[in-house]
């Protein structure tokens, strides 16, 4: 058989639910080179969806020919296509042996042999998540040791077979109907389609504990009051701080696992593992509960962001998880005290103010007055319920539109509201699709290392980490131009324990015109 009237394939070499996979010889090439096709078949036939499909499939090739021309543990992508109503991608073939296959032959591995895989791929991992990316399906079976050099290659990325399983629902809107990831490996956040960087790393560490044990997640128990993965009886002679490690790699919550995979390397090559909380509990880094206040105004003039397609909005829910509480007395406690400094501030401001207007005054050209950049939240109504209503695990593909929505003091019919882009800009974050959020937001406010030390890293360890969902109780315009616009909002986060807080904010507006949207360049 030839595909593309070029690629004569060989043999198969598995097939599954999306499609097949075929080792190939490219007749194209002098040395008739050996490549892997995947062919993937939209699970839906449907023209709509077919054509949004081949949009997302052209862009998820892009970000795997970046990938593997960034790492040479990544097959690189020498060519895609469709043909007849399926997908293809044309890979570097790499001779070796899964994980899987190296267990079933040759038995368990020693510690030794597990951390330098570990040590060698979660460089790899590290480079994938700087790229927003997350890998979704890494298990034994994903990661091949090449013969040539001992090296661990990491292949199948779950973002194409997301992007096949693309349907169309009864109300006319597309969504993503599968939940990428195997059973056993996947984490509780990414089964209900949440996933994060925390969830590869959790997925390697029952890899880890795979290739010592020669168990899968399946076969091993789990503690019925905390969800622990039971596998130490299974690994005795385990040493016990690569244990820990990978402990904190499978913890249920994605709270306690490591934030990234460089802290999990240095975990194994120090042999000393975080006790505390490696996401700081005392202050979000991302200020949407308590902003820092800021002296100096926002300068909105030079700002330019990524283009992104719009999104659709969709009515803020939560999900009730059974992680264990990190919304402890601390944060608590440091949220309470930021509302009650706040507080103090106004009211010595006010008494101030009060004072000088009971003296004779010059009076003083009319000038804008500088309110607090963060008024004092009104009490919250009440403590949630013990149970958050379960959320419908429906996520729209961000090609879908946004709703039109009036706006009467803008002097541009085609342009949305700001209140509008603030309701969209939650709207991406409820649905978990962080990417899209990180993009709306400024290039400096991105950057902005008090609020995102560790960059998007730090921003999709708060949002899916660690908030459940936002609600945007109200929303108001208090001042717009034709290029910036300032908008009131009150929130209400509910927490991933189950805990609801209130804030009020203020942001900042950009016009960028280039990309036709709206970008926050600031927050109080």
């Not at 500088?370 to 939240?377: E, K, Y």
């Not at 400096?444 to 560790?454: A, C, E, I, S």
Request: proline share 8%; aromatic share 8%.
């Amino acid at each position: 058989m030839l595909l593309n009237n070029r690629y004569r394939v060989l043999r198969t070499l598995g097939s599954g639910g999306f499609g097949e996979t075929f080792l190939a010889e490219d007749t194209q090439m002098p040395s008739q080179r050996r490549c892997v096709i995947k062919q993937l078949k939209p699970i839906q036939d449907n023209p709509q969806v077919y054509e949004l499909v081949q949009q997302r499939f052209q862009r998820e090739a892009a970000i795997l020919e970046d990938l593997g021309e960034g790492s040479s543990q990544i097959p690189r992508l020498y060519a895609y296509f469709s043909d007849n109503g399926q997908f293809y991608l044309v890979q570097e073939y790499i001779e070796g042996q899964t994980l899987t296959a190296k267990v079933q032959q040759q038995g368990v591995l020693s510690e030794s042999s597990v951390k330098e895989i570990l040590t060698s791929i979660l460089p790899v991992l590290e480079f994938v998540h700087s790229k927003g990316i997350v890998h979704r399906d890494i298990k034994p079976e994903n990661i091949l040791i090449r013969h040539r050099d001992n090296q661990p290659v990491l292949i199948d990325f779950g973002a194409v077979k997301e992007t096949v399983g693309t349907v169309m629902t009864p109300s006319g809107n597309t969504t993503k109907s599968i939940v990428i990831g195997t059973p056993g490996y996947m984490p509780s956040e990414q089964s209900v389609g949440r996933p994060m960087f925390a969830s590869d790393l959790y997925s390697l560490g029952l890899t880890a504990i795979y290739l010592l044990t020669g168990k899968s997640p399946q076969e091993l128990g789990t503690d019925p009051a905390t969800g622990a993965v039971l596998w130490r009886q299974y690994a005795l002679s385990v040493t016990p701080s690569f244990a820990a490690v990978l402990e904190k790699a499978i913890q249920f919550s994605a709270r306690d696992r490591f934030t990234s995979a460089r802290e999990m390397l240095q975990a194994l090559q120090t042999g000393t593992v975080p006790v505390a909380p490696t996401v700081p509990g005392v202050a979000p880094t991302v200020p949407y509960i308590h902003p820092q206040v800021s002296t100096t105004p926002p300068n909105p003039t030079s700002q330019h962001t990524v283009s992104i397609s719009p999104v659709q909005s969709s009515q803020p829910s939560s999900q009730r998880s059974n992680s264990s509480s990190w919304f402890d007395g601390s944060f608590l406690g440091t949220l309470f005290a930021t509302i009650c400094v706040t507080v103090a501030i106004g009211t010595g401001v006010f008494a101030i103010f009060h004072s000088r207007q009971s003296q004779p005054q010059v009076q003083q050209p009319s000038t804008e007055q500088t309110q607090s950049p963060l008024q004092p939240s009104a009490e919250p109504s009440g403590e949630p319920q013990d149970s958050v209503p379960p959320q419908q695990i429906q996520v729209p593909l961000d090609t879908t539109p946004s709703p039109e929505v009036s706006e009467p003091s803008s002097p541009s019919v085609d342009k949305p509201s700001p209140e509008q882009a603030i309701q969209n800009y939650f709207s991406t974050i409820n649905r978990g699709d962080y990417q899209t959020g990180w993009n709306l937001l400024s290039p400096t406010y991105q950057n902005n290392k008090r609020l995102h030390p560790n960059g998007y890293l730090s921003y999709i360890d708060w949002w899916g980490g660690q908030v459940q969902s936002v609600e945007l109780e109200q929303v108001s315009l208090e001042e717009a131009g034709t290029e910036t616009a300032t908008v009131n909002a009150r929130l209400r986060y509910f927490m991933k324990t189950g805990r609801s807080v209130s804030s009020s904010v203020r942001f900042f507006l950009l016009w960028d015109a280039q990309n036709g949207k709206w970008v926050i360049v600031d927050t109080r």
